[in-house]
């Protein structure tokens, strides 16, 4: 039996290490309070006990239509009987950052044959690329996803594949990637097509038939799902479709209402990724991934048109813009290369890269500091503070290097200075932001606190009435409400029926027009009689305001947010 090459995954060390570290700095939600995540649990929960949730109109409509074609939604409810599902959730981010952050080393190595360049790639990947691009494609996974937290890896992984030429294999992972996320596949798919128009020539009929069956036959569980979903939300109307979608997916599919600071941080990402293309990369190469670059452009110009100035349905329920989430994976390498062509023991160009990689990496905005200064005067400081301990380090290990048995290398640097880097930061925070049962930094979460305390003191029927600005109360309460703005995101994959309902509903909890916040302040703005009126029409017991608005009802408990009401059964 031969023996095995330590030294050919030698790679994965490293990888380990930037998962903790990514794990633990960029901290972890089980769901996510400004995206529409959490609307995926409820109906897993929903299938794994069916006497839950029958007064939700979004579970029925999700049960009606068929619309969770994901294999991962029958696995989940499995599993949720089973286990604990919020540890098995944060393992599986966990297995996914891994994959992931190996996926973009790789990666990163077939493009420029640069392990340097791929552990830099890797150590970019942070919740700070949310904030690069647009679309809301979420291309960093801190919280629980039914389908991403599969389909990300594999389409990572898919692409290693394809710019190593090894087609039928790329197209293998793209068909299981289908089974978890078809949406995101779609995108994939579309960018191997544009890059087929451009290099016809490479491919032989035989490899294109390889091709076909080996994405077709892994796909075909949830090829079949989607006929059966389709057939179920055929017939749209356009007026209350439009009107659900801008009220809760401006931000993924309509770019007319997408704030400037947004554009300008987009922009200034994008032209960086170009100028690192042209000026690191080598023509060739450049070309192949302009072409992938190329489809993104086209999807969010399609996105844009037929959405924003002639509206087709079809288009908008794309939700083109996310495929953003391909080229900022491509652009990781080429700036990844680009940082480490720069780097070299100077203080100008280590100042460079050092302010780059924090910048990039969301060190000035979102990261908490090693010492309590106000924030402009620590952000002063850690420009000036992460150089010095850069060449501090590097003097201390130049002198360790001239021991017997010690080899320096630049990675030991690098290591050495995120380790001392992470610990200060994470001393100051109080540990990382890791939500987990509803605790963060050793604090409960007044949200899913006062959804303990409704499942506690409540039956499964009982319906409740929140504020439609929140989201994801059936989490921890495992109670139906009458809706808020996640649930009618749904409605751009669902029927008339929900759709109609939903709006019903949030026209009586005072959201009746589109604008900024329209939802929480017409919340704010309901008297005592027109939510007893809201709650007489349908039913609800129970009634939650977040402080300091409040009604005259009955209150059986609150906490430092939120209040829960009763309503009186006589009212």
């Not at 606190?449 to 994801?472: G, R």
Request: aromatic share 20%; glycine share 4%.
């Amino acid at each position: 039996m031969a023996p095995i090459n330590t030294r050919k995954y030698f790679f994965l060390l490293p990888i380990v290490l930037l998962t903790v570290h990514a794990f633990f700095m960029n901290g972890y939600h089980y769901v996510h309070r400004e995206l529409t995540v959490g609307t995926y649990l409820v109906p897993i929960v929903a299938k794994a006990d069916p006497s839950l949730f029958k007064n939700s109109i979004f579970v029925q409509g999700v049960n009606r239509t068929h619309v969770r074609l994901s294999l991962s939604y029958d696995i989940f409810s499995f599993i949720l009987k089973h286990a604990d599902f919020e540890t098995f959730a944060m393992i599986l981010v966990i297995i996914s950052l891994f994959f992931i952050l190996a996926g973009i080393f790789v990666l990163t190595k077939v493009l420029f044959g640069s392990s340097a360049a791929g552990y830099a790639a890797a150590l970019l990947y942070s919740t700070e690329l949310n904030a690069w691009t647009l679309g809301s494609p979420s291309p960093y996974l801190n919280f629980f996803h039914y389908g991403l937290n599969f389909s990300y890896p594999l389409i990572i992984w898919s692409l290693v594949f394809f710019f190593q030429k090894r087609y039928p294999p790329a197209l293998l992972l793209a068909g299981i990637s289908w089974n978890f996320h078809p949406m995101c596949t779609v995108f994939l798919l579309f960018a191997y097509f544009t890059y087929w128009m451009f290099h016809w020539k490479e491919f032989r009929f035989k490899t294109l038939l390889n091709c076909f069956f080996t994405f077709i036959i892994p796909a075909l569980p949830v090829l079949l799902r989607t006929s059966n979903y389709l057939s179920n939300t055929s017939q749209l109307d356009y007026s209350i479709f439009m009107t659900c979608a801008l009220w809760t997916a401006w931000f993924t599919c309509f770019p007319s209402t997408w704030p400037l600071p947004w554009l300008v941080r987009s922009g200034l990402f994008f032209s960086f990724f170009m100028i690192t293309l042209y000026y690191a990369v080598e023509r060739n190469l450049r070309n192949k991934i302009l072409t992938f670059t190329l489809a993104v452009a086209i999807m969010c110009f399609l996105g844009t048109i037929f959405a924003d100035y002639y509206p087709l349905l079809q288009i908008i329920k794309l939700s083109l813009w996310r495929s953003t989430f391909l080229y900022i994976i491509l652009a990781l390498p080429c700036i990844g290369y680009f940082l480490t062509k720069m780097y070299v023991p100077s203080v100008p160009r280590l100042l460079f890269v050092i302010t780059i990689v924090m910048l990039l990496t969301g060190y000035y905005t979102y990261y908490t500091y090693p010492i309590k200064f106000g924030q402009g005067d620590m952000r002063i400081f850690l420009l000036f503070c992460v150089p010095a301990i850069f060449f501090l380090v590097h003097k201390i290990l130049n002198r360790l290097s001239h021991l017997e048995y010690i080899t320096y290398s630049p990675l030991i640097l690098v290591v050495v200075c995120i380790i001392l880097l992470d610990i200060g930061m994470l001393y100051n925070k109080g540990g990382p932001a890791i939500y987990y049962h509803g605790r963060v930094l050793n604090e409960i979460d007044p949200w899913a606190d006062i959804q303990m305390f409704a499942q506690k003191h409540s039956k499964k029927d009982d319906l409740f009435i929140i504020p439609p600005y929140m989201n994801d109360f059936g989490i921890y309460s495992q109670r139906a409400t009458l809706g808020d703005w996640a649930e009618g995101s749904n409605a751009f994959y669902l029927d008339n029926q929900f759709a109609c309902e939903w709006l019903s509903r949030m026209s009586d909890l005072g959201w009746r027009k589109l604008h900024l916040h329209g939802e929480e302040e017409g919340y704010q703005n309901l008297t005592t009689g027109e939510i007893l009126m809201a709650a007489k029409r349908y039913g609800a017991k129970y009634i939650i305001t977040q402080k300091p608005k409040t009604f005259e009802l009955k209150k059986i408990y609150d906490n430092k947010l939120f209040i829960l009401y009763e309503v009186a059964e006589n009212y």
